[in-house]
């Protein structure tokens, strides 16, 4: 089958090669499923992974990615009854973590095998296009939002409301919050109006407010948020939260974004979470409290964001097709791009959240998200 594959560690455009003759996945166990991917998701934690992890720790050749759709073809003896499978069904998952590091399986493939515990029916509504984006980012928020404990009526900012996370974020913050609550989005101005519409009452373009703390003390401190949900990951905003974030009140936080894929970045970015979230208030620490959350894809979280979308209650925004940019991404993709438009794509990605991109077989286009 055809797949990009990556023996060592480095940025995609220095490792990642398209091959024609990776072998195709069999069932990995009686309870997984075999998926003829249409789509993948392109995340910036599998970006930072496949540049950073040494391939001593992980098998070789990898597949990069996680997050699928496609259409079914094979099922193992031990699929539970209730998951209802049958072949020719389109479904959309995840890979675990564990077989993606041991056993070297992602989903930038024609074919992907993963456990049917995260795989379902793509529901009513939404085309295996929009489900593709659906496990890592709409499962991530949804941990964001439980973590917040919001209850109606709360006033709630979000940082990094146009992004795969944030997108989700700002939907299930309104639908928590009702129609009494305040929803304040902060993204680009280009982006403002897909917020507004998703749910935000105001929106801050982070561009003509920088930088955002301050302009967040001026104008939010009175009254202040009574929760601030950072989904992208902005150390500033939490060391200066203390005018515009009620005491008490939690700092929701994907942790620090690092600024490269780098060692050096990232071990910068584990020493900020560490600093936000033990050292104490007289000796320089925050003042509130600081809430960093971990989005894996657990079973029942994927379940929940499945029935949201076939309620009506979720939806995965998608962008007008045009040419890709920097700013707007996911990419559908053509199965056989060059290494620089590959590069393009994580280039993009490691910029936002997460990206949708298709198996096409033709052209070159953008067509969803942030």
């Not at 098998?59 to 049958?86: C, H, I, Q, W, Y």
């Not at 995840?94 to 056993?103: D, Q």
């Not at 009513?124 to 404990?149: D, Q």
């Not at 150390?235 to 009620?246: G, I, K, M, N, Q």
């Amino acid at each position: 089958m055809r797949a990009w594959t990556h023996t060592r560690a480095g940025a995609p455009s220095a490792v990642l090669t398209l091959t024609s003759s990776a072998k195709t996945p069999t069932l990995a166990s009686p309870t997984s499923v075999l998926v003829r991917v249409s789509y993948a998701s392109l995340s910036p934690g599998i970006s930072l992974m496949m540049a950073l992890c040494p391939s001593i720790f992980r098998a070789t050749p990898a597949v990069p990615e996680l997050d699928f759709a496609g259409n079914l073809v094979a099922l193992g003896s031990e699929v539970p009854r209730e998951k209802n499978f049958t072949v020719g069904d389109k479904v959309f998952g995840t890979v675990l973590l564990g077989p993606h590091i041991k056993a070297g399986v992602g989903t930038l493939a024609e074919y992907v095998s993963a456990e049917a515990a995260t795989v379902l029916k793509v529901p009513e509504g939404i085309g295996e296009k929009e489900a593709a984006g659906l496990p890592v980012s709409a499962c991530t928020a949804l941990v964001l939002v439980e973590a917040a404990g919001l209850k109606e009526g709360d006033s709630v900012a979000i940082n990094g409301a146009s992004g795969g996370v944030g997108t989700f974020v700002v939907q299930m913050v309104r639908e928590k919050v009702g129609k009494s609550g305040r929803v304040v989005g902060i993204c680009s101005e280009r982006n403002a109006e897909v917020v507004r519409g998703l749910g935000a009452d105001e929106v801050i373009d982070y561009n003509a407010h920088a930088p955002v703390h301050q302009y967040l003390a001026t104008r939010y401190s009175n009254p202040p948020f009574a929760v601030f949900i950072d989904a992208f990951g902005v150390s500033d905003v939490y060391t200066h939260c203390t005018p515009y974030l009620a005491p008490g009140k939690p700092f929701v936080t994907v942790g620090v974004a690092a600024a490269r894929n780098t060692y050096p970045s990232i071990l910068y970015a584990l020493y900020s979470m560490i600093w936000n979230k033990l050292w104490p208030t007289m000796l320089g620490g925050g003042t509130r409290e600081y809430v960093n959350i971990t989005g894996f894809v657990e079973p029942e979280r994927l379940e929940r964001v499945r029935d949201m979308v076939a309620e009506g209650k979720l939806k995965v925004v998608v962008d007008r097709e045009g040419e890709p940019t920097a700013a707007r991404s996911p990419f559908i993709i053509d199965l056989l791009p060059s290494i620089d438009v590959l590069k393009n794509l994580f280039e993009n990605v490691n910029h936002s959240a997460s990206r949708v991109s298709e198996y096409g077989r033709r052209h070159l286009r953008n067509h969803s998200a942030v």
